[in-house]
């Protein structure tokens, strides 16, 4: 990933989620600047500081814009002083252990700790946060925040908001919704009626996520997360209408802010005969590869008296019972072979 790509400050961290992970900035605030970046930026290896850092140089003591990338290492997680993470999670046992230390022991711990110049180190549990921490946070550049979350809610939530930061993304065209309880993506010619169907069914009781330009990102080895860009969030262009705010128009309960990507729908015009070929028991269904997922894709030709709403709304269902193991087709030929065999006794 390229090193301007997605990365976040530790003041960005604080702005978007301070509130949901109930933060409280206690120490190093100087060091607001310092990045945090995915696991893949960087050429050094885990817990090793990059060549072009000044070991004895103190990590904030530069301009605002002067902080160097962090080296390779893994995201959030509790202390480590061999393999460090950006965010080093400090809790009960963690902070017993540097209590249990002494004096010597314990400066060459801390030595270690902001030697791998953590992005920040966050106090969980609502534990007090010790005297020589703060000195050392603040002499250092380090941001130091405390939080009244578990350990393990508060590293879940960390990764969660950081994976999806960070994952691989791309732009579609289309209409993405959420239909019977899965994201739909609706593809296919500009002015085939994309706009039109997404109005009706959100008519029907179904929510529009994103028009036009819908993101999606790669968060799990199997899951794509779709999501709307801030510009277009609750906006539906149709034709002859223009712009229109479904929020305003239908409610809050009209519009949601993401969805997993389940099912791709490809509305296509018929062609000049007025016929296109498909499958007559498997209809259109095949696959097509985003971000090196295969996601179902269907095709449904658009022509005059075809209800598109009904047969999206019972394309959704039907792949709901393909993903459960029920497959119509398969089970009619069955059912056909097994009547056969029969005639044939």
């Not at 902080?67 to 950006?86: A, E, M």
């Not at 509305?267 to 498997?282: A, H, I, M, S, Y």
């Amino acid at each position: 990933m390229p090193e301007s790509a997605n990365q976040l400050t530790v003041d960005d961290l604080y702005t978007r989620h301070g509130e949901k992970l109930g933060l409280e900035w206690v120490a190093g605030r100087q060091g607001g600047k310092r990045l945090i970046v995915p696991e893949e930026s960087g050429d050094s290896a885990p817990g090793v500081v990059d060549d072009d850092l000044d070991a004895s140089a103190k990590p904030g003591s530069g301009a605002s814009g002067g902080f160097s990338k962090p080296s390779r290492q893994s995201l959030v997680g509790y202390l480590n002083l061999i393999h460090p993470h950006q965010i080093q999670i400090l809790g009960d046992v963690e902070l017993g252990y540097f209590a249990s230390l002494r004096d010597i022991s314990r400066q060459d711990a801390l030595r270690q700790l902001f030697g791998h110049k953590p992005a920040c180190i966050i106090i969980s549990e609502g534990n007090a946060v010790p005297t020589f921490l703060k000195r050392k946070c603040n002499e250092n550049g380090i941001p130091l925040l405390a939080s009244l979350l578990p350990g393990k809610k508060l590293t879940e939530s960390l990764h969660y908001y950081l994976a999806s930061l960070f994952a691989e993304a791309v732009t579609l065209h289309g209409v993405f919704m959420e239909i019977n309880a899965i994201g739909v993506l609706i593809t296919g010619p500009s002015g085939i009626g994309k706009s039109e169907l997404a109005l009706e069914l959100i008519t029907r009781g179904h929510r529009l996520i994103a028009d036009d330009a819908p993101q999606f990102s790669r968060i799990a080895p199997d899951i794509i997360n779709g999501t709307c860009p801030e510009a277009l969030r609750d906006f539906l262009e149709v034709r002859g209408l223009g712009i229109i705010n479904v929020r305003d128009l239908f409610g809050d309960g009209a519009v949601k802010s993401n969805k997993y990507l389940r099912l791709i729908v490809r509305l296509t015009p018929l062609d000049e005969n007025g016929v296109v070929k498909f499958d007559r028991l498997e209809g259109s269904y095949r696959t097509r590869r985003v971000l090196d997922i295969e996601i179902p894709e269907i095709t449904l030709p658009v022509a005059p008296g075809r209800n598109l709403a009904v047969l999206l709304e019972c394309a959704a269902r039907n792949h709901m019972l393909r993903i459960s193991g029920h497959n119509a087709s398969t089970e009619f030929s069955e059912r056909q072979r097994s009547l056969i065999e029969k005639g044939e006794k």
